[in-house]
């Protein structure tokens, strides 16, 4: 342990530094606080031992400005004095003083004061390495946080990526909303024409939020695409029993291969839409229904449709539902998320409260309408406040 020795007397300096020498310390003597404060500038020290009374800067002036400077680590002050009081016990210990000695004072007194200075300072020791492995684990953590970060949003990009570019094919206008809870989420959607008047549409909304609930995401995303391939010969003939049974076959098809995947479960709804017969398919499995708008007559309704969740349950039993669909007709898809939504004084947003949402953007085209809806429910405000992902889907029949 380095100890620096300050004191004006030099009879005291010498008898002191050979007591400490022989007590096995690293001793460096000053002759006043001016000169021990050089060397503290310029040397490390674990203890200093001063004097009170002295020239050019005294003991509590040295206190203080060892006190109010940024050493690297902590150094123990024992203050020597021949005065006595409470007052001055005060004193010392403002400035910054950790112990007290009366002068002269005694090997076994000095001894017994070194060795409380040395658990203080083990201790502070102790605690600068513990210090040290959280600094060096918060960086680490921080550099891993750091890049996790980059890579999710990375894969924000890739997500936003694969959703549908096209906004207009053939008769029918395409716009949709989406926004993650977090950086990435397990909702997606698509549409694509399967020939000049079949169009294949799906909404699907993952359980959980994150990672691995937005890699499912995608990879039925990829699956449903590719079984839309699989099934050309049969959608080309636009035959309502064909669609039905393709439909059906496809949703089975899913929830068995769900159910050997993975532990999260879906909603989700299928749809075709013939713009040559005017008709509307859908099969939902436990997303929210969705609603049908006569813009012409301003009317906003529910599809009355049920099914269950994909991925639960085995052997499960679906329903297509078979509805006209008409030019100036509008098709809105919303996923659970916009029922979490904190709406006027804390109420969440209702089916009904959807429905004028709905119908106070009726005459708008679909774009400017899913705009308006998301306006509507000051969504660009909720920001902080999204409990789940939210994605809406539109699809206007033009006139």
């Not at 010969?233 to 995947?261: C, E, P, Y």
């Not at 939504?341 to 953007?361: D, E």
């Not at 306006?375 to 406040?385: C, E, R, T």
Request: overall charge negative.
């Amino acid at each position: 342990m380095n100890i620096l020795l300050v004191d004006d007397a030099l009879d005291m300096r010498l008898v002191m530094k050979r007591t400490l020498e022989l007590m096995g310390y690293n001793i460096t003597i000053a002759e006043d606080g001016g000169q021990a404060w050089q060397y503290l500038q310029n040397g490390v020290f674990h203890l200093v031992i001063t004097d009170w009374e002295m020239p050019n800067m005294n003991g509590p002036e040295l206190c203080r400005h060892i006190r109010s400077a940024k050493f690297p680590n902590y150094i123990y002050i024992i203050l020597l004095t021949g005065r006595s009081g409470k007052h001055n016990l005060i004193t010392g210990m403002d400035a910054g003083a950790d112990d007290f000695a009366t002068k002269p004072i005694e090997r076994n007194e000095m001894a017994v004061l070194l060795r409380a200075a040395e658990r203080v300072i083990f201790l502070e020791r102790a605690l600068e390495k513990k210090n040290q492995h959280l600094a060096d684990a918060n960086k680490s953590l921080k550099k891993a946080r750091d890049e996790t970060l980059c890579e999710l949003k990375n894969a924000a990009t890739l997500q936003m990526g694969i959703l549908p570019s096209q906004k207009h094919s053939g008769a029918l206008d395409f716009a949709w909303f989406f926004r993650p809870a977090k950086l990435i989420g397990g909702d997606t959607f698509n549409y694509f024409p399967l020939n000049d008047h079949l169009y294949f549409f799906y909404t699907v909304d993952v359980s959980g939020h994150g990672i691995s609930s937005a890699l499912l995401s995608m990879y039925l995303s990829n699956l449903l695409t590719s079984a839309t391939d699989k099934n050309d010969n049969k959608w080309l003939s636009g035959d309502g029993t064909v669609i039905r049974k393709t439909l059906l076959k496809m949703l089975q098809s899913f929830n068995a291969h769900l159910l050997n995947l993975s532990d999260h479960y879906c909603t989700m709804i299928l749809g075709v839409i013939d713009t040559q017969h005017e008709q509307l398919y859908l099969v939902q499995a436990g997303h929210p229904k969705p609603y049908l708008i006569n813009k012409k007559a301003e009317c906003v309704e529910e599809i009355d449709c049920t099914g269950f969740p994909v991925g639960l349950l085995p052997d499960v039993e679906y329903e297509v539902i078979s509805t006209a669909f008409r030019p100036g007709n509008r098709l809105v898809l919303f996923s659970d998320g916009w029922f979490e939504i904190p709406y006027q004084k804390g109420q969440v947003i209702t089916s009904n409260v959807l429905k004028k949402a709905l119908k106070h953007s009726i005459a708008a085209k679909a774009e400017k309408a899913v705009d308006d809806v998301c306006d509507y429910f000051s969504i660009a405000q909720n920001m902080n406040n999204q409990p789940d992902d939210l994605s809406m889907l539109m699809i206007d029949f033009q006139v």
